[in-house]
């Protein structure tokens, strides 16, 4: 796995995109200037259904070229203090694969909040 520009980077200044309680559906959007679209990845689902949302979708080899990207070990938490999840976004219009990094904390008992922590090209 390559790594590119990165369109966000990890902080601990990022606050949460999306909560458990959210009513509607939230989505993170962000602009691909390599073709001009705007790629979307889905956030609700993600607080709610956990096994179509593995942590690492991703082969063996490749969840060790993340985590040696993120200068991670195995037990690293996400910069919002909750656990990292791992997903591949891909652009509709152009095939582009980014990598997408999110948190997941619970602050309260019964309460998650997803907060993005990342999106890198990556091929
Ligand atoms: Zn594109």
Redo the contacts with the bound molecule.
């Keep these: 796995m390559n790594f590119g520009t990165a369109l966000r980077s990890w902080s601990t200044f990022h606050q949460p995109n999306a909560k458990s309680s959210d009513r509607e559906s939230k989505f993170f959007t962000f602009d691909?200037s390599?073709?001009g679209?705007v790629v979307q990845a889905a956030l609700t689902e993600r607080l709610q259904d956990w096994e179509m949302f593995p942590r690492y979708p991703f082969s063996e080899q490749e969840q060790d070229a993340i985590q040696r990207h993120y200068s991670m070990g195995q037990w690293s938490h996400s910069p919002c203090g909750g656990g990292i999840h791992f997903d591949r976004v891909v652009?509709p219009?152009?095939d582009?694969q980014f990598l997408f990094s999110y948190g997941i904390h619970e602050p309260n008992n019964g309460l998650l909040l997803l907060t993005v922590e990342g999106v890198v090209e990556i091929n």
């Design positions: 691909y390599g073709c679209n652009c219009v152009c582009r």
